[in-house]
């Protein structure tokens, strides 16, 4: 499978109920995708080799884990060339608050999602390790109030 290739109707099952539960067993997969387990098991090996499948991960709640508050901040850099691109980039993925980071097409530069315990922590996260990132000449943070999507379903962190 390339990734010219198209995925079929059953791939797209497949991929669909592993997103849904990356723990199922393949005998399960089968029954819910109406294939027999040595094809299922064959395309779902297909599917990992050729890209689509990337892992398989854990769903941690990191409100169980003492970090409930999620701040968005938008970052603009002073400077954008490939040079400070790459040293912002080296340097976020170091930040453990950091839970996500993208380049954004935008007035601003880069879209983060920081998760803290509460306010407090995330004000030193912000003062102390994000405005200190490479290039950084400007934040706004946007604090989110629930989460009504994400990893855990409904209300999802």
Same mark, same amino acid.
């Given at each position: 499978?390339t990734?010219s290739?198209?995925?079929?109707? &059953?791939?797209?099952r497949?991929l669909?109920?592993l =997103?849904?539960?990356?723990?199922?067993?393949?005998? /399960?997969?089968?029954?819910?995708?109406?294939? +027999?387990?040595?094809?299922?098991?064959?395309?779902?090996?297909?599917?990992?080799?050729?890209?689509?499948?990337?892992?398989?991960?854990a769903?941690?709640?990191?409100?169980?884990?003492?970090?409930?508050? #999620?701040?968005?901040?938008?970052?603009?850099?002073?400077?954008?060339?490939?040079?400070? &691109?790459? =040293?912002?980039?080296?340097a976020?993925?170091?930040i453990?608050? #950091? /839970?996500?980071? !993208?380049?954004?097409?935008?007035?601003?530069? %880069?879209?983060?999602?920081v998760?803290?315990?509460?306010?407090? /922590? %995330?004000?030193? #996260?912000?003062? /102390?390790k994000? +405005?200190?990132?490479? !290039?950084? =000449? !400007?934040?706004?943070? !946007?604090?989110?109030?629930? +989460? #009504?999507?994400?990893?855990?379903g409904?209300?999802?962190?």
């Amino acid at each position: 499978m390339t990734k010219s290739d198209t995925l079929d109707l &059953l791939d797209r099952r497949i991929l669909n109920e592993l =997103a849904r539960d990356g723990r199922i067993s393949v005998a /399960e997969l089968s029954r819910r995708v109406n294939l +027999s387990k040595t094809p299922c098991q064959a395309r779902i090996t297909r599917l990992e080799q050729a890209g689509y499948i990337l892992g398989y991960r854990a769903i941690i709640d990191p409100e169980r884990l003492g970090r409930p508050h #999620v701040a968005f901040v938008e970052v603009k850099l002073s400077d954008t060339r490939k040079a400070a &691109l790459s =040293a912002f980039n080296k340097a976020v993925r170091a930040i453990p608050e #950091v /839970e996500q980071a !993208h380049m954004i097409a935008s007035s601003f530069d %880069y879209l983060l999602k920081v998760r803290t315990q509460d306010i407090a /922590e %995330y004000r030193e #996260v912000l003062g /102390e390790k994000i +405005s200190s990132l490479p !290039h950084v =000449a !400007h934040t706004s943070t !946007h604090v989110s109030m629930e +989460s #009504v999507k994400g990893d855990r379903g409904q209300g999802g962190s």
